[in-house]
Each structure stands twice: as C-alpha cells, then as structure tokens.
C-alpha cells in the first residue's frame, strides 16, 4: 500500500487574493486556525495568481511567504498553479481557463510557480503543480492548438529538468481534466499523452518529459462524467502516465429528476454566477447528456432528455465529508473507491481537499469557514488511516 505520508493539503484558492499580502492575510486568519482545529500536521495547497507570483519574483518576498507558512504552522508542497488571475471575481465562468496552454502567459506563469515551490517546500519533499486541461472545449482553438500545448508541455518539463539540476528539487506538473474541457475523460487524456510522449521524443527530452509530466486527478471531474473511478485510475497506471497529484472532491447528485421535485428545487439554490458547473445526465440506456452550466431554469423544467434519466451528476464541488445534501446526494462513494485505488500505486501521489465553493454554497448549507475545513480534513483523514490500517470504509478489514 502506497498512501503519501505528507501532511494532508487543503487548497487555497477556496481564499480570495491575487496579492501576496492577501494570501498571507488567508494563512493567519483561516488556515492557521483550520491546523489548530485539526490537530494533525496540515499543509497548505497554496493558489498563487500570476500578479503574486511576479511580487514572489523578490527574495524577500518569498522569505515573507515562507515566515508566514511557519507562523500558521504548515508546510507548502503543492500549488495550484489553474487559476491564473481573480478566481474570486463576480463572473469566472471559462475564463478560468485562460490563457490556454498554447499561451505563453500560461507556459511563464507555469514555470514562475514553480520556481517559487522550489523555494518554499519543505526539504526531502518533491513538489506538485496542477493546471488546466489545456483549455476549454467551447472556446475556439485552431488546427495547431493540440500540438502547441504538447510543445510547450515539453518546453516545461525541460525547464523542470534543469531546476531540479540546479536546485535538487523535484517539482512535477500535474494537468488536471475536467468535464467539457480539451481533456475531458480518461481516455482522451491519455490520447494527448501519448502525443506529449512523441513530442518530447522529438525534444530529445523524453526522460525529463515523464519525469516531470502526469495528471492531477480530480475525483470530483470524473465521477460528473460517470466514469467508473477505480477503471479510470488502473488505466492511466497501464499507460504509464503519472498521477502526481489526487483532488480529493465530491460532486452532487441527482436521482430520478422527474419524480424528485423536491431535489430539483434544492438543486436549483445551486445554481450562482460565478463558477461553471457542468452538469451531466445518464439514461437508463448508458446515454449521457451533458449542459455546460447549471441554471434554476433548467432545474425547475428540464428538457425531456434530461428529466428521463435516472442521475444527474453536477460539478459543483461540495464538502468531502457530506454523504447528502437534503435531498440530494453526494459522489463520496467515488472518493472513497479512488483513495482505495490509489493506495495500491507503487507511489504516493499529494493528496489534497480542493473544495473551492464554500463562498458559494447556499447560505443553509455552510458551517464558518474554519468549522467546514476542519470537518473536511478530519473526514479524510478518518479515510486515509482507515486504509492504512486496513480497514474499509464498512469497518472490515480489507483483504
């Protein structure tokens, strides 16, 4: 069993702040108290926006950063490196997937984030970035869009390569699909890898590629696609594609729509202006819809395709320690399948709670800050010494 012994992160961008003042403001006031609340050892999954990167450009504004980590006790392996500006903003929509990774605003921001985790993680720890999907599908790209990503990703892991030369420090991206985006499922994901793989080939940086390059699973994305998660997880082990980073997320549910009146309402206080929420639908056939955001319209009269199906999956990304939410349901069952999975890698990828939403979940559905984080951490790891100790989520002893 191979389960990382790091301190369990939590993501930050759940935390408004594209400064460095900012995200040290979120350290002191929440996420110190979140590790206290916790009382285990706790890690901070930090967002760092492109204009607070180019402040961390400064030594002394790293040493700043790296003081104020100490001061709340935690430590910083793994960024999240998606958001590249206002993740906080009044409309964010798919713009959260710009610049694409045919930008080269996206390959220097990429490689900015990572110097600044070469920086601050703790000693004898590899790091991890995760990013876009590449970008998104409903936005327009030209024929050369898949191959650029690929050249740049390349170009990346080169720069990796030589940091960790220069440095010692081993920091690996980690790209992280989503439902309608570029990279969507499993299987195209490991489609573009294997296009990645040729492209490095061509580098002559194959090694420095494979090393560097792998995927950021986030067990909330493939549960909305109604991927079996423990399949999607054994396959891109087949290929050979590193899982360098597991967002450990859960998704909403819900049952037979036609009839559950009463889950369509709660489904539609779900539905706010800042966040995409896809939302998917499976038939009884194995037919999957899908609509690119949740809207109280569509909940209170669903176009027939969707209201004969038996479960809609929506990625609204709600707390990981919630079976239900009223009357509807949660997809913890797939995080508990993917933590079991991932436990039998020959690795340990970073585990972190990525539950981004709590500023916008509805008003009778969220504890304090503080109380909701500390509930998430506590649940998970409940979970992970769980499996340690080789017991299922059941209370018996796994085989």
Known sequence: MSLSTL?????????????????????????????????????????LAQPAINELASQPTIDQLQQSLEEAGVVCYTLN?????????????????????????????????????????????????????????????????????????????????????????VVRLAIEPEPLCVLETTAETLTFFESVWRAAQRAGLTEAARRHLGICYDVCHQSVEFEDVAESIKSIRSAGVRLNKIHLTCAIRLEWPADNVEGRKALAHFAEPRYLHQTFARSADGTILSLSDLEQSFCESPPASFAAADEWRVHFHVPVNAESIGPL???????????????????????????????????????????????????????????????????QRSS
Request: aromatic letters at 8%; hydrophobic letters at 35%.
């Open 81 to 169: 490196a998606f958001p590249y500006g206002n993740f906080h903003g009044d409309r964010v929509k798919e713009q959260v997937y710009l610049p694409d990774w045919t930008s080269a605003d996206r390959l220097d921001y990429t490689w900015g984030c990572a110097q600044v985790l070469a920086a601050i993680m703790p000693e004898g720890t590899e790091g991890s970035l995760s990013t876009v999907p590449l970008g998104f599908k409903g936005l327009p790209h030209d024929s050369n869009f898949m191959p650029r990503c690929a050249e740049q990703l390349v170009q990346l892991a080169g720069q990796l390569d030589a940091l960790h030369d220069e440095t010692g420090r």
């Open 7 to 47: 301190p369990l992160s939590y993501c930050t961008n759940v935390h408004p702040g594209t400064s460095v003042a900012e995200v040290t403001a979120g350290l002191r006031n929440v996420t110190a108290h979140v590790g206290r609340q916790f009382g285990h050892p706790l890690a901070a999954g930090l967002w």
């Open 329 to 395: 349901k949660t997809t913890r069952d797939d995080l508990k399948l993917a933590l079991q999975t991932v436990a039998g890698l020959e690795y340990a990828p970073h585990l972190e709670v990525e539950t981004y939403t709590w500023g916008v979940l509805p008003d009778s559905e969220k504890p304090s800050l503080i109380d909701g984080l500390t509930a998430e951490l506590s649940a998970t790891r409940k979970l992970l010494d769980d499996l340690r100790d080789g017991t299922s989520s059941t209370g």
